[in-house]
Structure formats: structure tokens, C-alpha cells
């Protein structure tokens, strides 16, 4: 089992949809959670992290749940810009490395 | 944050040569980390790169196939040695930067194609 899992997709979405990004992680001391956004061929950006109480950056919400080791995220109202592959990062207590799921890629369309 | 620069940007080599990879940061850091990400697949650690001391490699990843020179603070290099087809693949360069939260910053990456 892959320490960090998501749905690969492609999502293909109509402009002002929402969509909803879903990520399971296997390790439960896992401490740290992060949302990066990878756009075609340039490297991952941090987008956002993941709080247990949830984090809302505008039009991006994210979302932990530790007991079901589950990390969401919820894009509103999406824009063309939006069109990128996400990519769920988890780290541990005890060490600097992060682990990568394989992204989910996400196409906003007109 | 940080500012990371990485080359090549790309580079196209014949099978069993080797290719070093440059990556120059704009402040200083404990560690460097390099990554490797094949084609639709998720980012992979190969190994941590600290200034003064031999990189720890991953599993799967061997030093004589990737050795790493950390000369200083700021500069790292990563050699993919031997090359065949099967390390085709986009190399990137990562540091960690610390503050209210942890955040990884990434070079332009290396798009290596072996023939």
C-alpha cells in the first residue's frame, strides 16, 4: 500500500463547478499535511496546509481527519487557472522528508 | 521562502554516460533534498544532501549510481551516472524552509531523456 494515496483523475470540470480532492495516508504518526499544486512541466508549489480545524484560502478549502488518516480538498467556484495536478504531501513528527502522493490532475474547462 | 536554481534544464544523453545537475539556492540550508518524478508518477526521494557529510540515500538508491557533493550551504549537485533509458525522468532539487509552517520550495527541475 502506498503511504500517500489519491485518485489520480483527471477531473474535468465546467468553470465555476466545485470539486472535491480526496487523500488517505497510511502512516499514523504522520504530523504535517500540505496541499502543493504542479502545473505541466514546472515544478510543485505549496498551495496550502492542512489543519485539523480545516484551512480556507479563499476559494480553496482544506480539511483533516486524523482519526480516518483523510485529507480533503475543496476548490469553489474554479477557474481556467485552476486546471493544474494537486498533489497531497505528508511528513512525519521525526523526520524532514515529505511523502508525495502521485497528484490528481484537474482540467477546468470553458 | 527560497529561490532555487537548477541545470540543465533539460538534457538529452546517449545510455552510459553521466550527467551532473547543479542546484544553487539563494540563502543557506542544512539540507538539500533531490527527487525524482517519472512519468505520471508522484515525486520520490533519492537521497538528503548535508553540507559536510554523505548524503543519505533511500531505499532503492545507491550512491554509485547517484552521488551528491554538498561543497557548502547554498550548492549541491546531483550525478546520474551510467545512464540508461530507465532513469529518464525529471530530477528536482528541494529545500525545506522553516516558519509558521514548513514549506518545500523546488528548482525549475531537470527533464533528462536517455537514447
Known amino acids: 500500500r502506498k503511504e500517500v494515496e489519491q485518485d489520480p483523475g483527471p477531473f474535468n470540470v465546467p468553470e465555476g463547478a466545485t470539486v472535491a480532492f480526496n487523500c488517505t495516508y497510511s502512516n499514523s504518526a504522520s504530523q504535517s499535511f500540505f496541499w502543493y499544486r504542479q502545473d505541466c512541466r514546472k515544478e510543485p508549489k505549496l498551495l496550502m496546509s492542512v489543519y485539523s480545524s480545516g484551512n480556507e484560502d479563499g476559494r480553496f478549502t482544506a480539511q483533516l481527519n486524523r482519526a480516518s488518516q483523510y485529507i480533503s480538498l475543496l476548490i469553489r467556484d474554479s477557474k481556467l487557472s485552476d486546471s493544474a495536478t494537486y498533489l497531497c504531501v505528508v511528513s512525519s513528527y521525526n523526520t524532514d522528508k515529505l511523502i508525495f502522493g502521485t497528484g490528481t490532475r484537474l482540467q477546468v474547462f470553458p | 521562502s527560497a529561490v532555487i536554481s537548477q541545470k540543465p534544464s533539460r538534457d538529452i544523453c546517449q545510455r552510459g554516460t553521466s550527467l551532473t545537475i547543479q542546484c544553487q539556492v539563494d540563502s543557506q540550508v542544512t539540507m538539500m533534498f533531490w527527487y525524482r518524478q517519472q512519468p505520471g508518477q508522484s515525486l520520490t526521494l533519492i537521497a538528503t544532501?548535508?553540507?559536510?557529510?554523505?548524503?543519505?540515500?533511500e531505499s532503492g538508491f545507491v550512491i554509485d549510481k547517484f552521488p551528491i557533493s554538498r561543497p557548502n550551504l547554498t550548492f549541491s549537485t546531483l550525478t546520474v551516472s551510467n545512464m540508461s533509458p530507465e532513469d529518464s525522468s525529471i530530477y528536482l532539487c528541494s529545500v525545506e524552509v522553516w516558519g509558521r509552517i514548513t514549506e518545500a520550495f523546488f528548482g525549475q527541475g531537470t527533464r533528462l531523456t536517455v537514447v
Open positions: 544532501a548535508n553540507q559536510g557529510s554523505e548524503a543519505t540515500y
